[in-house]
C-alpha cells in the first residue's frame, strides 16, 4: 500500500484504443499533493488522486485507468478544452467507470455492502440509513461531473 506510485501515460485514439477504465474522484485540495513517477519522470497529483490510486492498484497487474488529472494537459488550455469535449466518449467507451468515494469511514463499507445486496434486510434498519445518509454527504456527490462520468458509463459504475 505504502509503495511509491509509478504511472505510464501513453498516447491513444479514442477509435483504436486497448480496453481501459475511467476514474471518477474528488480532486481535493490544490494545495496538497503528493509526489508520483510518470513515465520515469517526478511529476505531483492530488493527495486525493494519491489515496484513489493506493486503494484502486491491483497488486501483481497493472492497471489500466483514465484518469483527468494525469491524462490532460491541465496547464495548456486549448488541449484542456479539447479533452473535456471528448470527456463523453471517453466515459462511454471505458470497459468500467471506477467511482472513487474516498477511504472507508463512517461505516462506509458496511453500506455498500448493503447497497450490493449483502446485508439487503439490514438496509431499512435506521443504524443503516444514518450511515448511508454519511455516505451521501462525501464530496464526490456534489460534483456536476458526475452525472456525467456515471450516465455515459457503458457498465454500472464499480
Same mark, same amino acid.
Given at each position: 500500500f505504502e509503495d511509491p506510485i509509478e504511472l505510464t501515460l501513453s498516447t491513444r485514439s479514442l477509435s483504436d484504443v486497448?480496453?481501459?477504465?475511467?476514474?471518477?474522484?474528488?480532486? @481535493?485540495?490544490? +494545495?496538497c499533493k503528493s509526489p508520483v513517477t510518470v513515465n520515469d519522470c517526478s511529476q505531483v497529483i492530488t493527495e486525493n488522486l494519491d489515496i484513489a490510486l493506493r486503494h484502486l &492498484?491491483? +497488486? !501483481?497487474e497493472p492497471r489500466t485507468l483514465w484518469i483527468d488529472a494525469v491524462c490532460i494537459n491541465q496547464e495548456d488550455v486549448a488541449e484542456r478544452n479539447y479533452q473535456v469535449s471528448l470527456m463523453g466518449s471517453i466515459y !462511454? +467507451?471505458? !470497459?468500467?467507470?471506477?467511482?472513487?468515494? @474516498?477511504?472507508?469511514?463512517?461505516k462506509s463499507g458496511f453500506v455498500m455492502d448493503c447497497i450490493a445486496s449483502r446485508y439487503a434486510e439490514d438496509s431499512h434498519m435506521p443504524y443503516f440509513i444514518?450511515?448511508?445518509? +454519511?455516505?451521501?454527504? &462525501?464530496?464526490?456527490?456534489? &460534483?456536476?461531473?458526475?452525472?456525467q462520468e456515471v450516465a455515459l458509463a457503458s457498465e454500472d459504475p464499480v
Amino acid at each position: 500500500f505504502e509503495d511509491p506510485i509509478e504511472l505510464t501515460l501513453s498516447t491513444r485514439s479514442l477509435s483504436d484504443v486497448p480496453e481501459y477504465e475511467a476514474l471518477s474522484y474528488v480532486w @481535493g485540495i490544490e +494545495k496538497c499533493k503528493s509526489p508520483v513517477t510518470v513515465n520515469d519522470c517526478s511529476q505531483v497529483i492530488t493527495e486525493n488522486l494519491d489515496i484513489a490510486l493506493r486503494h484502486l &492498484r491491483l +497488486k !501483481s497487474e497493472p492497471r489500466t485507468l483514465w484518469i483527468d488529472a494525469v491524462c490532460i494537459n491541465q496547464e495548456d488550455v486549448a488541449e484542456r478544452n479539447y479533452q473535456v469535449s471528448l470527456m463523453g466518449s471517453i466515459y !462511454s +467507451k471505458a !470497459s468500467h467507470v471506477v467511482v472513487f468515494l @474516498g477511504p472507508e469511514a463512517d461505516k462506509s463499507g458496511f453500506v455498500m455492502d448493503c447497497i450490493a445486496s449483502r446485508y439487503a434486510e439490514d438496509s431499512h434498519m435506521p443504524y443503516f440509513i444514518y450511515y448511508a445518509n +454519511k455516505l451521501a454527504e &462525501r464530496p464526490w456527490f456534489t &460534483r456536476v461531473w458526475v452525472v456525467q462520468e456515471v450516465a455515459l458509463a457503458s457498465e454500472d459504475p464499480v
